[in-house]
């Protein structure tokens, strides 16, 4: 069983950033891939971003040009670094990771984009 925790999330201006990250219990090595989703209210979960064990990436088009994903293997860290923030990225983010099979969720945390 793989344990998550997110930290890093807050209230930040329009134009702003913040720095996501999730520490997995598990070493990271032998997670597959690893990445966030977001919630808004009223809203579906969607997917942010993924990286895979090798360090491929994916991002939706939403957030491309504005967000990266890394990935410290020896930290068993994942981040999501977020840029140029909008109010409409307002949401809750969870992190999740692919181990033996199955998808562990973190607990989310929030971010908030307002003036």
């Known amino acids: 069983q793989v344990q998550l925790v997110e930290s890093g999330g807050g209230l930040v201006q329009p134009g702003g950033s913040l720095r996501l990250s999730c520490e997995a219990s598990?070493?990271?090595?032998?997670?597959?891939?690893m990445g966030w989703y977001r919630q808004a209210p009223g809203k579906q979960r969607e997917f942010v971003a993924l990286i895979t064990r090798g360090g491929s990436t994916t991002l939706a088009t939403s957030v491309k040009g504005r967000f990266t994903i890394s990935r410290d293997n020896a930290e068993n860290t994942v981040y999501l670094q977020m840029n140029s923030l909008k109010p409409e990225d307002t949401a809750v983010y969870y992190c999740?990771?692919?181990?033996?099979?199955?998808?562990?969720w973190g607990q989310g945390t929030q971010v908030t984009v307002s003036s």
């Open positions: 999740y990771a692919d181990f033996e099979a199955r998808r562990y």
């Open positions: 598990e070493s990271s090595f032998s997670i597959n891939a």
